[in-house]
């Protein structure tokens, strides 16, 4: 018997819930980095890679912020989306695609909620 993790997912095709098996998660785990890597946006909500994925967005919340594979891959902006949603991006993306100018918010974002 698989252990399962500890969060549901919304079947799309039925809109069941679901429990996600550590296989999956692999699976999940991969379409979102693919959907962060969707070179149509340079940033992503929630709400875009659930879509993208076609799972909930409390599911692509939940790894987002507790999966460690994920948080070694997934870059949490500092700034908002202008209707207030975090906004994520590929690492690898952030690193090649940013702006000096925002690598430098960002510094001090990082600096400054590390005071806190």
């Known amino acids: 018997m698989s252990k399962y993790i500890g969060f549901q997912i919304r079947d799309p095709n039925n809109k069941a819930s679901v429990d996600i098996?550590?296989?999956?998660?692999?699976?999940?785990?991969g379409q979102i980095l693919t959907a962060l890597r969707n070179?149509?946006?340079?940033?992503?909500?929630v709400?875009?890679?659930?879509t993208e994925v076609g799972v909930s967005n409390d599911a692509?919340?939940?790894l987002l912020t507790k999966d460690s594979l994920l948080a070694e891959?997934?870059?949490?902006?500092?700034?908002?989306?202008?209707?207030?949603?975090?906004?994520?991006m590929d690492r690898t993306r952030y690193s090649k695609e940013t702006s000096l100018s925002e690598k430098f918010v960002d510094l001090f974002a990082t600096i400054r909620a590390g005071d806190k």
């Open 21 to 29: 098996r550590k296989n999956k998660t692999i699976d999940v785990r």
């Open 39 to 45: 070179v149509n946006y340079k940033v992503r909500t």
């Open 47 to 50: 709400n875009g890679i659930a």
């Open 60 to 62: 692509i919340q939940d």
């Open 73 to 88: 891959s997934v870059k949490l902006m500092p700034f908002k989306s202008k209707d207030g949603q975090y906004l994520y």
